[in-house]
C-alpha cells in the first residue's frame, strides 16, 4: 500500500507542475466519487474503438445471382455510396449477360433499374459473361473494383468491360461521380 501511495504523491507533484489539471488535484483529494469509477471504466471502452481493423478486412457483399442486383445493393450501400445524396442524379445503361438494362436516380429519388435502353444515359458499360461471372463472385467491393479495372484495362478475348461515357466527364464530375466510389469506379476508368 505504501507503494500506492508513494506513486500517487508523484502524480500529485507532477499535477501542481501543470496548470491545466488543477481540477484534477480536486478530484483526487477527495474520496472516490462515481466520476473517477466512471473515468475508470471508460479507458477499456477507449481502447475497443481504437483497435484498427485487419488489413484486407472488409465488409462482405451478400451473393447476388444477377450483375443487375448487385450493382443495385452496390448503390444503396451507405459504404460504397458513401457521398450519394438525394440530389444527385445519374443514370447508367449496361450491357451484360445478353440484356440490356439500365440503372438510374433521378434527383431527390430512388435508385431504380428497368430492363430496356435508356433514354438519355450518362454512359454506356458494356460487361464480358465472363468478367460478370468474376464480378459476381467478387465478395468484397475492392474484390469487385480489382477485377473491375483489371477486365477495363487489359480486355482479352470474351473478358472485357468497355465504357463509353456519352456525357462530357466534367459535366458527370459536377453530378457526383466523381464523389460516389461506386460511380468513381464505374465511370472513373474512363476519364
Not at 21 to 39: K, M, N, R, S, W
Not at 108 to 130: P, Q, V, W, Y
Request: glycine residues 6%; aromatic residues 8%.
Amino acid at each position: 500500500m505504501s507503494r500506492f501511495f508513494r506513486r500517487k504523491k508523484k502524480d500529485d507533484k507532477e499535477v501542481e507542475q501543470k496548470p491545466d489539471d488543477i481540477v484534477a488535484v480536486e478530484v483526487e483529494g477527495q474520496p472516490e466519487t462515481e466520476l473517477e469509477v466512471e473515468a475508470v471504466g471508460e479507458e477499456p471502452a477507449e481502447a475497443e474503438v481504437s483497435k484498427p481493423m485487419p488489413e484486407g478486412r472488409e465488409d462482405t457483399i451478400p451473393y447476388h445471382d444477377s450483375i443487375q442486383d448487385r450493382l443495385v445493393y452496390m448503390l444503396k450501400d451507405p459504404v460504397m455510396a458513401d457521398g450519394l445524396e438525394g440530389t444527385h442524379e445519374f443514370m447508367l445503361e449496361f450491357m451484360a449477360m445478353g440484356e440490356r438494362f439500365w440503372i438510374a436516380k433521378a434527383p431527390l429519388g430512388e435508385i431504380e433499374t428497368k430492363i430496356g435502353k435508356a433514354a438519355d444515359e450518362d454512359a454506356h458499360i458494356r460487361i464480358s459473361n465472363d468478367a460478370v461471372s468474376e464480378l459476381l463472385n467478387a465478395s468484397t467491393f475492392s474484390q469487385f473494383s480489382k477485377i473491375y479495372l483489371k477486365y477495363y484495362k487489359t480486355s482479352d478475348a470474351g473478358k472485357f468491360i468497355k465504357i463509353e461515357a456519352r456525357k462530357p466527364i466534367i459535366d458527370l464530375n459536377r453530378r457526383g461521380y466523381a464523389r460516389v466510389p461506386v460511380l468513381k469506379l464505374l465511370i472513373g476508368a474512363a476519364r
